[in-house]
């Protein structure tokens, strides 16, 4: 059975530029959502998505975007890269009822330069 | 508004004794889950266990139990006879009711066991 996976494993990119990260649901999970985890802090929700459509988003601006694909799986996307994106980016996935636990891939570490 | 308060940001223990990871969490629902997870150095979130608001049986699994406590907004966490794998960030996390699965989380407490 496999866990959540995430690709890539590390990114470097500049200031100004965009990025895409990748994230395969658990087998038999449907949701999908984004955390943002700063060095030293916990992780923040970006956004969860379900049935192909944004279902709640936190308190992230529009530059971060995302995509959920009919195969479950998801797409992140940050446009006009700041510093102060550089962070673990962690995807979780979980069946979509009620009080489910969300199972965390091993994340995205993305470097801002 | 929700909110998860881990007050304890390192713990330094040496390898077998036990040691118990605060967790304190507000919160205006009635019906609400929480969570624990395990960092490793890996950096990936390994979930530990999951507390319904309304089941306040406390759970013990192998050198891991939980004590939750409505009274007092607590969840916490205690590794008994810890080894140097239990070295961690610890989070405590927080959802709410509803369809929605938002996990608001803790700051994190980093354990660390040494031999």
């Known amino acids: 059975d496999a866990g959540v996976t995430q690709s890539p494993t590390h990114l470097i990119k500049t200031r100004g530029q965009q990025v895409t990260l990748r994230c395969s649901p658990k087998s038999g999970h449907d949701t999908v959502s984004w955390y943002q985890q700063a060095l030293g802090q916990g992780p923040q929700f970006i956004f969860q998505?379900?049935?192909?459509?944004?279902?709640q988003r936190g308190n992230f601006p529009d530059r971060f975007s995302g995509h959920q694909f009919p195969n479950y799986s998801s797409e992140l996307n940050v446009n006009a890269l700041l510093l102060g994106d550089s962070a673990l980016y962690l995807c979780?996935?979980?069946?979509?009822?009620?009080?489910?636990?969300?199972?965390f891939g091993p994340g995205t570490r993305l470097l801002v330069l | 508004a929700q909110k998860v308060t881990q007050a304890q940001t390192e713990i330094s223990v040496v390898e077998k004794e036990d040691v118990t990871l605060d967790c304190v969490y507000e919160?205006?629902?009635?019906?609400?889950?929480l969570f624990w997870y395990k960092q490793p150095p890996s950096g990936e979130l390994v979930f530990l266990i999951r507390r319904n608001s309304f089941d306040e049986q406390n759970e013990i699994s192998g050198r891991y139990s939980w004590n939750f406590q409505k009274s007092t907004s607590s969840f916490n966490f205690t590794i008994t006879a810890s080894q140097v794998v239990d070295s961690a960030v610890y989070f405590c996390?927080?959802?709410?009711?509803?369809?929605?699965?938002?996990?608001?989380f803790g700051a994190g407490t980093r354990l660390a066991v040494h031999p």
């Open positions: 996390a927080l959802r709410g009711p509803g369809g929605y699965n938002k996990l608001i």
């Open positions: 979780a996935s979980h069946w979509g009822g009620l009080g489910e636990t969300q199972y």
């Open positions: 998505y379900y049935e192909e459509e944004e279902r």
């Open positions: 919160t205006r629902d009635t019906t609400y889950y």
